[in-house]
């Protein structure tokens, strides 16, 4: 079934910058349903870090972000990406992309158990 890669991550210092981006292998899975991210960092719960609707008008983001990420979708090139801006070392973590099977109706952002497919996780490692 659908497949969902990441990418992007890597060493940023603190105040820095990276650019996640998660592709799926199938389009109509990825296009009709909503998207999230989510992290785990070791010795930590996972962690929901932001989501976005099927069309991309509706955006959610976790507690911790405070305005520093900006979610965005492509569904032509079946992509969502996560921008993540003024990073801190507490962002240390895999990040994980999923995509959701339910109707936008019955779609809970923050629930991981809303989603079906989880793609593998990148590490994103931020320095003091």
């Known amino acids: 079934q659908v497949q969902l890669v990441e990418s992007g991550g890597g060493l940023a210092q603190a105040g820095g910058s990276l650019s996640l981006s998660c592709v799926a292998s199938?389009?109509?899975?990825?296009?009709?349903?909503?998207l999230g991210w989510f992290r785990q960092a070791p010795g930590k719960e996972r962690e929901f870090v932001a989501g976005?609707?099927?069309?991309?008008?509706?955006?959610f983001y976790g507690d911790s972000i405070k305005g520093r990420f900006t979610v965005s979708r492509n569904n032509a090139e079946n992509t969502v990406y996560l921008q993540m801006n003024s990073l801190k070392p507490e962002d240390t973590a895999t990040y994980y992309c999923?995509?959701?099977?339910?109707?936008?109706?019955?779609?809970?952002?923050?629930?991981?158990?809303?989603?079906?497919?989880w793609g593998q996780g990148t590490q994103v490692t931020v320095s003091s």
């Open positions: 999923a995509s959701s099977q339910a109707s936008n109706t019955r779609w809970v952002p923050a629930d991981a158990d809303t989603y079906y497919f």
């Open positions: 199938s389009k109509r899975t990825f296009t009709n349903y909503g």
């Open positions: 976005i609707s099927s069309n991309g008008a509706m955006t």
